[in-house]
């Protein structure tokens, strides 16, 4: 609330609050982290491109009242300037140019409607009322322009600004910091900062005993995130909501959006899906990016709504186009994987990129995926790595864990299995599971780390206590053999055995091997050939020769030189080093 200073209350509804960040990394994770994840992003601080009139640039260069002369176009901050007295919209950098412009610039006529409506400064920075015998009109009856570019269209977006004092408005555009950074009062009233969140809490309080207008809502929803986070006032989500349900029933889309997010996740209210989608889609009708994202996710995932693709991505390109980074992320994703839309890497790589471009995390590390696999765009290892980079220096745990794997088989950067480790380390202690088995790899194999195979175990048990197939079937090998742990066939079979129903094939031809030797259960041919089997034909060389074997003498299973011959051929194919051997014997036999 004290971006500018304190007083201007920027709208934070979307850039500060949790409400409209917090399903980042909760409500819809990772929509696609090109690693068999599936979830996705959410929030954003997309903001409202303004719609400025005919007859000057938007943000005070070039119109009257900006941030230049209003006679001779001399370009100063606005505390160097001198403000006309009347309608106090116009600056001048001299008192000849106030003049002229009165004379000769037509400014007398343009200031008259204002002269007996608009506050006056004293000099002391606060306002006085109008002149005696005259009454002032209420504020809200006023047509008031932005007092820096004049536009008077509604086109006040997440990041503009009102002053707590006289509730002026400055648009979205002109409030960026490239404009107003170094302002120090009111461009209308001249009203000192405030600085203490109580002081804020109190000037939205006075805004709302004044004539209803636009500034309500806006101090409403202000009043709404105040308690949201405990601003000068006791936390209260039950208040907070309060707020923001009288905000959004005047229209406001950025407390919709808000009062969604809490019907979301139950934050002092009672949690549901349909009035959240119900106000996603209020403030998306009115073009708030934030909620056109989240009623895409919603349509994505089904959450109050019917699950419906197309709907999502209709959603998703709205708030792309204002250049919502999390939806260009997603909408990226479903590009990529041909989901609501026709698939096309080319065009899911230039949304990562615009994504990326905006610093979001996730959509660098799947740029990074695209350059390093060419999907989509030339093969590039380089610039995969410096992606990477970008996103694990943001904390992000799967790029984290892509950088490692660049620095262990020296993709794009020279090998050092030490930096490997490195990032392994970061992306594990997160509780990455690939991160837990490929550090797990290098204390077993003693790769940028000290040969430790017991502690090799420890990662790998990690990683397989959430559910990694891979893991789940070394740390299976471990326990029959005995190494970096004790060993034990029956806790060997139980991690084969779920690394199996997970169809991965190193498991199941383990799991063929314990039937086949009796390892921890009972022997039976039969289904030694049948897990065998299941793991020959997704590919792996070592099932293919056992399989073959089988075959072979008809062992728990009819015997079959040719299909023994076949099951060998692709072993060799494969490079498998007793293929060729076996095969030689095999031509005996024949």
């Not at 304190?6 to 980042?24: C, K, M, N, P, Q």
């Not at 797990?440 to 780390?449: F, I, M, P, Q």
């Not at 060389?541 to 056992?546: G, K, L, N, P, T």
Request: proline share 3%; charged share 25%.
């Amino acid at each position: 609330l004290h971006t500018m200073a304190g007083i201007y209350s920027v709208d934070i509804g979307v850039a500060l609050h949790r409400a409209a960040y917090r399903y980042e990394y909760t409500r819809t994770e990772e929509l696609h982290t090109m690693a068999d994840q599936t979830t996705s992003g959410a929030g954003g601080d997309g903001g409202t491109s303004g719609k400025g009139k005919s007859g000057g640039k938007k943000g005070g260069l070039e119109v009257e009242g900006g941030l230049v002369c209003a006679n001779c176009k001399t370009q100063g901050e606005i505390d160097a300037l001198s403000r006309c007295a009347g309608c106090r919209r116009v600056f001048y950098c001299c008192r000849e140019c106030q003049k002229a412009h009165w004379k000769k610039g037509g400014h007398k006529q343009a200031c008259k409607p204002f002269t007996d409506s608009t506050p006056t400064d004293d000099g002391t920075g606060t306002t006085s009322g109008p002149p005696s015998g005259q009454t002032k009109p209420p504020l809200a009856e006023l047509d008031h322009p932005c007092p820096i570019c004049r536009d008077n269209e509604d086109d006040y977006g997440l990041e503009h600004a009102m002053c707590m004092v006289c509730a002026q408005l400055i648009c979205s555009e002109c409030i960026g910091p490239t404009r107003l950074a170094n302002v120090q009062k009111c461009p209308t009233c001249r009203a000192p900062f405030q600085t203490s969140d109580a002081e804020m809490v109190q000037s939205c309080r006075k805004l709302l005993e004044r004539t209803p207008g636009r500034h309500t809502r806006f101090a409403q929803r202000n009043l709404g995130i105040i308690y949201e986070n405990g601003l000068g006032v006791a936390q209260n989500h039950e208040e907070s909501n309060r707020w923001y349900r009288l905000a959004a029933d005047h229209g406001d889309a950025a407390a919709q959006c808000s009062l969604a997010a809490n019907y979301s996740d139950g934050t002092g209210i009672k949690k549901d899906l349909r009035e959240a989608a119900r106000w996603y889609r209020r403030g998306a009708e009115q073009g708030h990016s934030p909620s056109e994202y989240h009623l895409g996710a919603c349509y994505a995932m089904g959450t109050g709504v019917a699950h419906d693709h197309h709907e999502a991505v209709k959603w998703y390109k709205r708030a792309a186009a204002q250049g919502h980074a999390f939806a260009q992320y997603n909408l990226g994703v479903c590009t990529l994987r041909g989901t609501g839309v026709p698939q096309d890497s080319r065009q899911a790589a230039r949304l990562f990129r615009q994504s990326a471009d905006q610093g979001y995390s996730k959509a660098q590390s799947n740029l990074g995926i695209c350059y390093r696999d060419g999907d989509g765009v030339a093969r590039n290892a380089r610039e995969a790595v410096r992606l990477f980079r970008l996103s694990a220096d943001q904390g992000y745990m799967r790029a984290e864990f892509y950088l490692a794997g660049c620095y262990f088989q020296g993709d794009g950067v020279s090998r050092d299995p030490k930096k490997a480790v490195k990032w392994y380390r970061r992306a594990a202690d997160k509780g990455d599971p690939e991160a837990q088995y490929g550090l797990g790899g290098c204390y077993a194999e003693g790769r940028g780390v000290p040969h430790n195979p017991r502690e090799g175990a420890r990662w790998y048990q990690r990683a397989a206590d959430q559910g990694y197939a891979h893991a789940q079937a070394l740390l299976g090998s471990l326990y029959a053999s005995g190494v970096g742990v004790t060993k034990d066939y029956q806790t060997a079979l139980r991690w084969t055995q779920l690394a199996a129903d997970q169809r991965n094939s190193h498991g199941e031809y383990n799991l063929g091997a314990s039937y086949f030797h009796g390892r921890g259960v009972a022997r039976s041919y039969q289904k030694a050939v049948h897990w065998y089997r299941r793991a020959a034909d997704q590919g792996f060389a070592e099932a293919q020769c056992s399989m073959a074997a089988c075959l072979s003498d008809g062992t728990g299973v009819p015997k079959d030189l040719r299909e023994s011959k076949r099951y060998l051929d692709l072993a060799d194919a494969q490079g498998h080093a007793n293929a060729k051997h076996m095969l030689a014997i095999l031509a005996q036999l024949q």
